[in-house]
């Protein structure tokens, strides 16, 4: 950690920092670093580093990473965790709802909902009954989580649970619940156009209107994709 912020500290930016706290609607300071000078960091750190020898090894790492006060801390955090998902285990999880109810915005949340909840779920299914009770959660971000965590999966998706989950939420009035039905929607509809065409057909009148667009998008790529 001592030598992350040194790293960060030394490739501080001002300007750049303004905006881009500015573009997450001010709710974090940065250190200003673009993605791709993140990853020359966090690339030099982790090699000069030996990784983590447990799964609570990783959790007390990734958690000292969520207390710092500059969002690039955080990004570092998931990185990091993407990186040593090896170690991850169902004990893994109160760690992860940790990172995804405190400081929370969608940055940070989406990562971990389709890069660590969703393979944790795929290697670990028992865990289908924690995700079935986030996304009743009074929580948007663990509902979110629950939306969007089979966003990868593609042909392996379950698409009864996800549409399932789209429906429990469908009368949401939060517009990152809602903006997560419609990109749940159209990730699936690139994989499975039929389905979700189905789903629209029957369903369409209970999701928003931003979900029905979003959702539409998927629908629309894979017809273009289905006549080149």
């Known amino acids: 950690m001592a030598a992350l ?3 960060f500290e030394a490739a501080r930016d001002p300007a750049r920092a303004a905006a881009m706290a500015a573009y997450i609607r001010g709710q974090f300071p940065f250190f200003g670093i673009p993605s791709a000078g993140r990853a020359v960091i966090e690339r030099a750190i982790t090699s000069a580093h030996p ?5 609570r090894e990783l959790a007390g790492i ?20 993407r990186r040593q998902m090896a170690l991850a285990t169902p004990d893994l999880v109160p760690t992860v709802r940790r990172l995804i109810t405190t400081k929370s915005w969608w940055d940070t949340v989406d990562e971990l909902a389709t890069h660590v909840v969703g393979p944790l779920v795929s290697a670990y299914p028992e865990l289908r009954a924690t995700i079935d009770e986030w996304i009743g ?3 948007l971000w663990l509902a979110r989580t629950a939306i969007l ?13 996800l549409f399932a989950y789209c ?15 419609g990109w749940a929607l159209r990730t699936y ?3 499975n156009p039929r389905a979700v065409e189905t789903f629209l057909g029957r369903h369409g009148d209970a999701l928003s209107g931003l979900s029905r667009r979003e959702a539409q998008k998927g629908l629309a790529l894979a017809r273009r994709k289905a006549t080149h």
């Open 5 to 7: 912020t040194a790293a």
């Open 51 to 55: 990784p983590p020898e447990s799964a």
């Open 62 to 81: 990734v958690i000292r990473c969520w207390v710092g006060p500059e969002r690039e801390y955080q990004y570092f955090g998931v990185a990091y965790l």
């Open 137 to 139: 959660s009074d929580d």
């Open 149 to 161: 965590h089979q966003e990868r999966y593609r042909e392996r998706t379950d698409p009864d649970l």
């Open 167 to 181: 429906l429990r939420r469908a009368a949401d009035r939060d517009f990152f619940i809602r903006k997560a039905i």
């Open 189 to 191: 509809a690139k994989t």
